[in-house]
């Protein structure tokens, strides 16, 4: 499986911005889908997660009422709006796929393939 990630760049806190995740080369809905990030200095944390049909989702606390994650399995891809961004959401995004849905969404452990990552920098 091949993710490719894009939507990133700079806004100011309180803008939107939405992030998608592009896959290729399995079948896009046997995927349980992720949304992870690593700000500079810091480990990478969990953002949100997608059931395989889009009927769970997952969020960190952090983001919870502010992001939405969702799919859209006919255009293969998972998308990350951002609403009410802040200061501290800067950092590099990255998408993830499981062939499972993970018993804890929020371990990187259960996700088998990753994108490359995409730069989101909010300036307060």
């Known amino acids: 499986v091949q993710l490719q990630a894009s939507g990133g760049g700079l806004v100011q806190a309180g803008d939107s911005l939405r992030l998608s995740c592009a896959a290729s080369?399995?079948?896009?809905?046997?995927?349980?889908m992720g949304w992870f990030r690593q700000a500079p200095g810091k480990e990478r944390e969990f953002v949100a997660a997608?059931?395989?049909?889009?009927?769970?989702?997952y969020y960190a606390d952090s983001v919870k009422g502010r992001f939405t994650i969702s799919r859209d399995n006919a255009k293969n891809t998972v998308y990350l709006q951002m609403n009410s961004l802040k200061s501290e959401d800067t950092a590099v995004y990255y998408c993830?796929?499981?062939?499972?849905?993970?018993?804890?969404?929020?371990?990187?452990?259960?996700?088998?393939?990753w994108g490359q990552g995409t730069q989101v920098t909010v300036s307060s």
């Open positions: 993830a796929a499981g062939t499972t849905w993970p018993p804890n969404p929020r371990a990187e452990r259960y996700y088998d393939y």
């Open positions: 080369g399995r079948t896009f809905s046997s995927l349980s």
């Open positions: 997608v059931s395989w049909s889009g009927g769970n989702t």
